[in-house]
């Protein structure tokens, strides 16, 4: 049952921000004259589909469920065709169009991509509200044990630093190594760095008395932005409340959520290339079936369209890294065409979209394997 709650959860996350993000590219092609030649939902691999040819475009619905793709008359795509590449540009074809007419064929995806998530978050704010933290460093809950990953990625239990020093519920933080805390902001940016370090608190408790003590802190993995650290944990949890929220209120929060994804997401593909960030936080499909899963499970159907929005932002992402092979690459060959003045060499374009597309699968494969990896351990 599980195996098939991920499978139909990962088609239904995935499936709509692909429509839209080859949607974009349709209209946008139909929007600067380009010929449209096929516009697939789904992959028709070997042929298997469903198909019907409206004034000269292909429309299907593949047999393979995940994925979709939009091909244009000339351009050299992920189907490696270079047929009449080699002949003088048309009116109706890619080659034809201008540096800025290229951009924004080649754009429309990702522009589309990132407005799902906009969209997505902003009516579930809207209809839900947010909580936000209380910034009163009044502790709401202790943990009493911690789970965290040794370097063979195995679970290992410990009780919580917290725990050991006996903090309590309604106990308010005054003090972390001499420092006056005043907002709960200031006990995350105190412990942040000290991770297997001991550090002296002082607290008061809910009945008034005041009570120092020491304890060694201890350290989780996690990503900051920009490169993955080792950052300190106690073990205790602030107060939060609910807030609703107005729709202009609610499309700037979705704006700028969707913004601090893109920015951590990229970031996090710039420290897996410097070698920062461990291969294993690398995860794919089989990776998104399995959250995908766990979502549906525990937060039901507003988790799943949230991981959609999540998800649709990372796409929009990828697509435009000046990857070969995906919308960034065919951007960087239209920016160095339009600076030169004339069409790089078909054999040029053919070799690079080749290294991109093994690129691609060789990622794809890598990722299953990762995927499958994290789960067994």
Known sequence: MDFITSILSMIFILSIPVFLHELGHYLAARSVGIKVEKFYVGMNFFGLGI?????????????????????VSGIIDESLDSENSNSEPKDFEFRSKNTLQKLWFLSAGVLMNFLLSIVIFTFLYFFNGTYEL????????VSEVIELPNSNQEIITFTSPASKLGLKQNDKIIEIDGIKINTWSDISSSLVEKADSIVEIIWKTELGSQKKGSVKLLGRPSFDGKKIINQGVLGI?????????????????ASSNTGKIIS?????????????????????????????????????LIALISLMAFISANLGLINILPIPGLDGGHAVISIVEGLIGRELPIKVKYTIQFIGLFLILSLFIFTIFNDIRNIFN
């Open 237 to 253: 949890m602030g107060n939060t409340y609910h807030r609703d929220l107005g729709f202009f209120e609610s499309f700037l929060i």
């Open 264 to 300: 951590s997401s990229f970031f996090g593909f710039i420290s897996i290339i410097s070698g920062n960030m461990p291969l294993e936080y690398v995860s794919g499909i089989v990776g998104i079936a399995n959250v995908a899963n766990e979502e549906a499970k525990t937060g039901g």
């Open 134 to 141: 209380s910034e009163e460093p009044i502790i709401n809950s």
């Open 51 to 71: 198909k019907k040819t409206i004034n000269e475009t292909e429309y299907g619905i593949g047999l393979f469920p995940l994925g979709g793709y939009v091909k």
